[in-house]
């Protein structure tokens, strides 16, 4: 059984900062790539960024120069540190992973953690 946790959302002003954490849990052999998405109400799940395992990153245009992926492989997890947020990267944020497991190679998604900024 793997499992993503996410951690590190909440209410933060207009050009303020927060940092997210997801960690990846259970049989796993290999992580491939990991991500962030988000989806915001009344709109479709958008990809935020995502990185593989040998550190090559990509972004949306919208949070590129603002936002920005990193992981700790020995720890199997991701962190999104987000800088001048605006109002409109409001949405629920869910980290995403492709990785080998007991139960073959996969697709997981987190449970989402919720980010508002607003003043």
């Known amino acids: 059984q793997v499992q993503l946790v996410e951690s590190g959302g909440g209410l933060v002003q207009p050009g303020g900062s927060l940092r997210l954490s997801c960690a990846a849990s259970?049989?796993?052999?290999?992580?491939?790539?990991m991500g962030w998405y988000r989806q915001a109400p009344g709109k479709q799940r958008e990809l935020v960024a995502t990185i593989t395992s040998g550190g090559t990153t990509n972004y949306a245009d919208s949070v590129k120069g603002r936002f920005a992926i990193s992981r700790d492989n020995a720890k199997n997890t991701v962190y999104l540190q987000m800088n001048g947020l605006k109002p409109g990267d409001t949405a629920v944020y869910y980290c995403?992973?492709?990785?080998?497991?007991?139960?073959?190679?996969?697709?997981?998604w987190g449970q989402g953690t919720q980010v508002t900024v607003s003043s």
């Open positions: 995403n992973s492709l990785l080998a497991g007991v139960a073959g190679r996969g697709n997981y």
């Open positions: 259970g049989s796993i052999f290999s992580i491939y790539t």
